[in-house]
């Protein structure tokens, strides 16, 4: 069976596993402040050409995304998100389980807009009884999106200046960051990321990683007292020179830019072979995540020899599945696939 399921089946980059190695026996300070986690947050800051930034590491993207949300919001307060979001979809009740409601917006794409932000705040704000309502207290979205789409650096700015406006912070997961910056189209820098964002953070589980996210924080109000959230939220390593290494090791010289890239060009030979056959998708993605609409004798066929995943039902006779690559898909099992599928 070869699998196209998810893009975490697999380990982490040798580069990674040798440098845990190398410095297994060493003695460093728990909790994040080991020399190893301050390289990796100068690595970082490099990147994002800002060396004011925070920089925290946390074990994994539910973490990740609890203790950015429980740290920001009130206790009457909720996160605006798209009803996709992969808050509002895949965490188990995560967010709702600190007291806190994800404020869902229907998306066709799964991004949010500028206008729909407003909406929501303003609607808030305008109906009489809003004291009886959860109050829309920041904006949650991701680059790329659960639908695998991304955001340009105009669709990026209009948010993040309506939220400066209304003074909601703006959080971007980057769980398969890697990804949206190196697909095709994609016009945004890590920079520019970090520039128009109060907070958000760069996936290392599915990007190479065994496991990890860097939380980087821009605006100061946020930064007062972080570590405190990750603390209580279960995301603090006391090993934290494991989280360390390993952003260490993707960022030293750029390896997460160039890892990425294989995710893109696998997908793309996967989304080619598709289309050649006539296929249609469910949503236009440029990234590693690709949405097929198969029929059901396809669907099986298919079943035989590859794991993938259902994603919706689209009518009686066809549903769109997933088919999500990753930094080492290998090409040899792609070209295969492909082969099959214009056999269907």
């Given at each position: 069976?070869?699998?196209?399921?998810?893009?975490?089946?697999?380990?982490?980059?040798?580069?990674?596993?040798?440098?845990?190695?190398?410095?297994?026996?060493?003695?460093?300070?728990?909790?994040?402040?080991?020399?190893?986690?301050?390289?990796?947050?100068?690595?970082?800051?490099?990147?994002?050409?800002?060396?004011?930034?925070?920089?925290?590491?946390?074990?994994?993207?539910?973490?990740?995304?609890?203790?950015?949300?429980?740290?920001?919001?009130?206790?009457?307060?909720?996160?605006?998100?798209?009803?996709?979001?992969?808050?509002?979809?895949?965490?188990?009740?995560?967010?709702?389980?600190?007291?806190?409601?994800?404020?869902?917006?229907?998306?066709?794409?799964?991004?949010?807009?500028?206008?729909?932000?407003?909406?929501?705040?303003?609607?808030?704000?305008?109906?009489?009884?809003?004291?009886?309502?959860?109050?829309?207290?920041?904006?949650?979205?991701?680059?790329?999106?659960?639908?695998?789409?991304?955001?340009?650096?105009?669709?990026?700015?209009?948010?993040?200046?309506?939220?400066?406006?209304?003074?909601?912070?703006?959080?971007?997961?980057?769980?398969?960051?890697?990804?949206?910056?190196?697909?095709?189209?994609?016009?945004?820098?890590?920079?520019?990321?970090?520039g128009l964002c109060?907070?958000?953070?760069?996936?290392?589980?599915?990007?190479?990683?065994?496991?990890?996210?860097?939380?980087?924080?821009?605006?100061?109000?946020?930064?007062?007292?972080?570590?405190?959230?990750?603390?209580?939220?279960?995301?603090?390593?006391?090993?934290?020179?494991?989280?360390?290494?390993?952003?260490?090791?993707?960022?030293?010289?750029?390896?997460?830019?160039e890892i990425s890239?294989?995710?893109?060009?696998?997908?793309?030979?996967?989304?080619?072979?598709?289309?050649?056959?006539?296929?249609?998708?469910?949503?236009?993605?440029?990234?590693?995540?690709?949405?097929?609409?198969?029929?059901?004798?396809?669907?099986?066929?298919?079943?035989?020899?590859?794991?993938?995943?259902?994603?919706?039902?689209?009518?009686?006779?066809?549903?769109?599945?997933?088919?999500?690559?990753?930094?080492?898909?290998?090409?040899?099992?792609?070209?295969?696939?492909?082969?099959?599928?214009?056999?269907?």
């Open positions: 069976m070869i699998r196209f399921e998810n893009d975490y089946s697999e380990g982490a980059h040798k580069k990674i596993l040798d440098m845990l190695l190398e410095t297994n026996m060493e003695q460093t300070p728990g909790y994040g402040v080991d020399y190893h986690c301050e390289n990796a947050r100068n690595y970082i800051k490099g990147y994002c050409e800002d060396d004011t930034l925070d920089v925290h590491f946390l074990v994994g993207g539910t973490q990740a995304n609890t203790t950015v949300i429980a740290s920001v919001l009130k206790p009457y307060q909720g996160v605006v998100s798209a009803d996709t979001g992969h808050i509002n979809v895949h965490e188990t009740g995560a967010i709702e389980a600190t007291g806190h409601r994800v404020i869902s917006v229907h998306s066709e794409d799964g991004k949010l807009t500028a206008k729909q932000v407003w909406e929501v705040y303003h609607n808030h704000w305008n109906d009489v009884t809003h004291e009886h309502m959860v109050q829309p207290g920041m904006v949650y979205i991701s680059h790329p999106t659960e639908n695998g789409t991304i955001y340009s650096k105009k669709e990026l700015q209009e948010i993040s200046r309506v939220c400066k406006e209304l003074q909601l912070p703006l959080f971007m997961d980057g769980a398969r960051m890697g990804y949206g910056l190196m697909a095709d189209g994609n016009d945004l820098t890590l920079s520019e990321i970090a109060d907070v958000f953070y760069i996936g290392g589980t599915k990007v190479g990683a065994l496991f990890g996210e860097a939380v980087v924080i821009r605006s100061e109000k946020l930064k007062k007292d972080f570590r405190y959230n990750i603390k209580q939220r279960g995301g603090m390593l006391a090993k934290g020179r494991l989280l360390g290494i390993q952003f260490e090791a993707l960022f030293e010289d750029g390896l997460y830019f890239k294989n995710a893109i060009s696998t997908a793309m030979m996967i989304r080619d072979a598709f289309r050649e056959k006539g296929i249609e998708f469910m949503y236009d993605s440029p990234t590693n995540q690709q949405f097929p609409i198969l029929n059901h004798q396809q669907k099986e066929k298919l079943a035989e020899d590859y794991s993938f995943q259902h994603w919706a039902k689209v009518d009686d006779e066809r549903d769109a599945v997933r088919f999500c690559t990753s930094w080492t898909t290998d090409e040899a099992n792609v070209k295969k696939l492909v082969e099959d599928i214009k056999k269907l």
